[in-house]
């Protein structure tokens, strides 16, 4: 199962009651224009659209007006003012936050009159842009669910994948017996947070639960404690788990390095091959212990390579040299 979400759109109303939200949004217009989408998690300050400049203003982002736009304002004229503020709403806005308390009239009679939404923020706009970000980059970040196991091993969120029955729970359990930490069995939420990193949560229905053949469901927390789960854990290696096929070649040496793709995004990927006498909770241990490595800039299978390379080119040397002499003039034939 790997299915990816379609795309996300969180309304305005939604954003500003969020219990998330780190700043306090109080509406002072446009209750007729709650259910509005916000689409991007990015924020807009663009203070040019004021001026008529409206190139660039995307309708579906959160807009925001700070102290520079406002001063803008207060300079004009009441009559350009009004035109001002009526053209900037007539632009289908999601929504605008204010980072004044005490906003223009001209502003409240625009946004009332095209149902635009208009809140005052109780922070400054750093602030505020800020806890607007963080809250959007969690509720509108691409997603998809995937089949599979998420432990978190030394620190590295391991990802195990493979077909059904293959032993994904087995191989978790036996980590978190050896004191590793369960985030999510069976399904895995992923989201992808700012541009390169993806972040692995458990359904809230299933969460600290894990489906073990013959045994049936247990719950983690309650067997082996607190903290033997947790709630989210950032994926930095894939663990692909399939059966042992003797006429199928696997890797030996590790030199070239293999990715898996999710939401775009490229993970290391270890094919590791199950077989009778073979403990996979040991080798996935290694896995993250090499990871770690690797991240730290030491590949092991490149640096042996390297070392036996430099071997053969200084024992060729001396046979070189020797040609060399007998090539000289007046050398020994």
């Not at 002072?28 to 659209?49: C, F, M, N, T, Y």
């Not at 709630?231 to 788990?241: G, H, Y």
Request: aromatic letters at 4%; one cysteine or more.
């Amino acid at each position: 199962m790997n299915t990816i979400s379609p795309t996300l759109e969180i309304t305005t109303g939604d954003l500003a009651t969020d219990e998330r939200l780190s700043v306090r949004l109080k509406r002072v217009a446009g209750e007729s224009g709650l259910d509005r989408p916000i689409r991007h998690p990015r924020i807009q300050k663009s203070g040019l659209a004021l001026a008529g400049h409206y190139y660039g203003v995307v309708p579906t982002r959160v807009q925001v007006l700070g102290g520079t736009e406002l001063s803008y304002l207060d300079k004009l004229d009441p009559n350009a003012r009004g035109a001002a503020a009526r053209a900037y709403f007539a632009l289908g806005l999601s929504c605008v936050v204010l980072t004044r308390d005490e906003p223009h009239k001209t502003l409240v009679a625009a946004a009332e009159a095209t149902g635009t939404p208009l809140y005052v923020s109780d922070n400054r706009s750093s602030r505020t842009i800020n806890a607007l970000h963080a809250l959007l980059d969690e509720r509108l970040a691409p997603q998809t669910k995937l089949h599979g196991v998420l432990v978190d091993v030394f620190g590295i969120g391991v990802l195990l994948l493979g077909k059904s029955g293959i032993g994904k729970s087995e191989c978790a359990l036996d980590l978190i017996v050896r004191g590793h930490r369960l985030v999510a069995d069976d399904t895995v939420e992923v989201r992808r947070r700012q541009e390169s990193i993806l972040i692995g949560t458990c359904p809230e229905l299933t969460r600290y639960h894990m489906e073990l053949r013959g045994l049936g469901v247990i719950n983690i927390m309650e067997l082996f404690g607190i903290a033997s789960t947790r709630s989210s854990k950032r994926i930095e290696l894939v663990v692909q788990l399939e059966r042992w096929v003797p006429t199928r070649e696997y890797e030996r040496l590790g030199i070239d390095d293999v990715f898996y793709e999710i939401l775009g995004l490229r993970v290391p990927l270890i094919r590791m091959p199950v077989a009778p006498g073979r403990n996979i909770a040991i080798l996935v241990e290694v896995a993250a212990r090499n990871q770690l490595l690797r991240a730290r800039g030491h590949h092991a299978a490149r640096a042996l390579a390297d070392r036996l390379d430099r071997s053969l080119r200084q024992a060729s040397l001396p046979a070189l040299e020797e040609d060399d002499e007998e090539l000289e003039p007046g050398g020994a034939s």
